[in-house]
């Protein structure tokens, strides 16, 4: 994807009003249509090997770019740095392949404050 894909992707629809400061985080199998499907319940286990998507929507935090921070144990394991503009909602995902442990994801706005996490685990083959 190249980034003016990636940029066209992620903006709202022309026309969609401006909504006060916000912001969302939700984990998920897959990306269609630019909307998270299968989004994981708080008893939700993935497995060893599988690709999850951090899904965010944000509107009224200004111009810039928001990350998302991947932990795995505890242990930064990826960020990914994401732009959005001040106007509008502005919706974007990053994803990771996963081992077995425990994950948070962590979504940071464009002023530097956390701003969403999500905490999720992921079980072995053999204890699911």
Not at 5 to 33: D, Q, S
Not at 102 to 126: H, I, K, Q
Request: charged share 20%; glycine share 14%; aromatic share 10%.
């Amino acid at each position: 994807m190249t980034g003016l894909e990636f940029i066209m992707a992620a903006r709202a629809f022309p026309g969609e009003r401006l909504r006060l400061p916000a912001a969302t985080l939700e984990i998920g199998r897959r990306i269609v249509n630019r909307e998270l499907v299968g989004v994981a319940g708080a008893n939700d286990a993935f497995t060893p090997g599988e690709r999850v998507y951090a899904h965010s929507a944000v509107s009224g935090h200004g111009a810039g770019f928001i990350e998302h921070v991947w932990t795995h144990e505890g242990v930064e394991v990826a960020r990914h740095y994401m732009p959005i503009g001040d106007d509008r909602r502005w919706q974007t995902w990053s994803h990771h392949k996963l081992e077995v442990g425990a994950y948070t994801v962590e979504l940071y706005g464009p002023d530097g404050g956390r701003m969403a996490v999500r905490n999720f685990f992921v079980g072995s083959v053999a204890g699911r």
